[in-house]
């Protein structure tokens, strides 16, 4: 087609936007860096925009990439349909609005992420919306929190950062002889490890940011469930403006590609610290479902075959001086689920939020640290660790 005679400042913006046939596709999807999606007629857009047909139109409410991921992982989590957010927040926040209204009321797990437990206990009984905190690994304790107005039961496949395991097939039965929907936030877990829908789950969360992703290079979060309860979440989520970058998530898919490899890595060397770090003198506890000492050992042997993932936590004798000593191998950064090992201090990160009482109830103490522990050789691993307690045993012996 002939190029119209425009002025150079309608070409400048028009060059290059035409369309560009070829015969091959690309073997990684591209990032559609585009905010707005243009249509051919009215038709095209009234189909797109009713959901008839397949599209994007606006950046707030989805791009390619992002759909591409959602299709991943409700499959990977055996879900009908998912919904990808700017964070793993606004994918809880965004999955339980879709359900709750003013009046209801929440059931969750007192051991719940800092921030999941300040959202449900400082925010939403500004909606009219209360929460009733006890112990999910206690079905007496559940189902004796029920009321009439009971719309959900949240907890954690895996509990931040003591680790313990929740009966999540039981839960969903006696949440569902009630009327409850059951969420359960799977981060720490991963779909390689453990799929709560194939067990009764109604919602599954993650901050795709973790394990997902892998690598601390990118940052978003997910809700799987039937599309009859994304669809209102993805309401709320377009509304309220957490969407997720078409950047984010095409570095998600990618880091998606290994999550098989990785987790088996993850699982095979926590498992293996947590065993050398439960012997050790200068440690007061380990929290690791692989260890026979571990409140749940026998339901995780169950719930979870293939391991239990990368996350332990333990109890040093003097975690500052372990903490230093391990500067420069092993980093104190406050996230996890990268393929480097590193810690995170529950205490002052994510579950600052709490209450001081109320932290030390649930026994998350000043000197416990959380392992991430990652890829690397276990040799070298757990060389730097007992390393690191030969310093804390040093400093304890001049004092």
């Given at each position: 087609m002939p190029t119209p005679n425009y002025d150079l400042t309608t070409l400048a913006a028009r060059a290059g936007e035409e369309a560009r046939p070829s015969g091959s596709v690309p073997l990684v999807e591209p990032i559609y860096q585009s905010t707005v999606y243009a249509f051919s007629d009215l038709d095209a857009l009234e189909r797109v925009m009713s959901g008839e047909e397949a599209g994007s139109f606006y950046y707030r409410n989805g791009t390619p990439n992002a759909a591409t991921l959602e299709r991943a992982l409700a499959t990977l989590e055996g879900t009908e349909a998912a919904l990808v957010?700017?964070?793993?927040?606004?994918?809880?926040?965004?999955?339980?609005?879709?359900?709750?209204?003013?009046?209801?009321?929440?059931?969750?797990?007192?051991?719940?992420?800092?921030?999941?437990?300040?959202?449900?206990?400082?925010?939403?009984?500004?909606?009219?919306?209360?929460?009733?905190?006890?112990?999910?690994?206690?079905?007496?304790?559940?189902?004796?929190?029920?009321?009439?107005?009971?719309?959900?039961?949240?907890?954690?496949?895996?509990?931040?950062?003591?680790?313990?395991?929740?009966?999540?097939?039981?839960?969903?039965?006696?949440?569902?002889?009630?009327?409850?929907?059951?969420?359960?936030?799977?981060?720490?877990?991963?779909?390689?490890?453990?799929?709560?829908?194939?067990?009764?789950?109604?919602?599954?969360?993650?901050?795709?940011?973790?394990?997902?992703?892998?690598?601390s290079n990118a940052f978003g979060g997910v809700v799987c469930g039937p599309a009859d309860l994304i669809a209102p979440a993805r309401t709320r989520l377009v509304r309220l403006g957490g969407t997720m970058s078409a950047f984010d998530a095409w570095m998600t898919l990618q880091g998606l590609k290994t999550l098989g490899l990785r987790m088996r890595a993850h699982s095979g060397n926590a498992q293996a610290v947590a065993d050398v770090l439960a012997n050790h003198p200068r440690v007061r506890a380990v929290y690791h479902p692989g260890l026979s000492s571990h409140p749940q050992f026998e339901r995780a042997q169950e719930l979870f075959p293939n391991g239990f993932g990368g996350m332990l936590s333990a109890e040093i004798e003097d975690a500052p001086t372990f903490v230093r000593a391990l500067s420069g191998r092993i980093p104190l950064a406050p996230s996890l689920a990268d393929v480097l090992t590193s810690l995170s201090w529950p205490w002052g990160t994510s579950h600052r939020a709490l209450p001081e009482a109320e932290r030390r109830r649930l026994g998350i103490t000043p000197n416990l640290l959380r392992l991430s522990v990652g890829i690397e050789d276990i040799g070298d691993l757990l060389g730097d660790l007992e390393g690191a307690l030969e310093e804390v045993a040093g400093q304890r012996a001049e004092g």
């Open positions: 957010a700017g964070s793993g927040m606004a994918a809880i926040s965004a999955a339980l609005l879709g359900v709750l209204k003013a009046g209801d009321h929440v059931v969750a797990d007192a051991r719940i992420y800092g921030v999941t437990y300040a959202l449900l206990a400082e925010e939403f009984p500004r909606l009219g919306i209360t929460t009733t905190f006890v112990d999910a690994c206690d079905p007496g304790a559940v189902e004796a929190a029920f009321r009439p107005e009971t719309r959900l039961l949240h907890v954690e496949s895996l509990t931040n950062p003591l680790m313990t395991v929740p009966d999540v097939p039981r839960l969903a039965a006696l949440a569902h002889a009630h009327g409850v929907l059951l969420s359960v936030d799977n981060t720490f877990a991963s779909p390689a490890v453990f799929r709560p829908a194939l067990h009764g789950a109604d919602l599954v969360t993650h901050s795709v940011s973790k394990y997902l992703s892998g690598h």
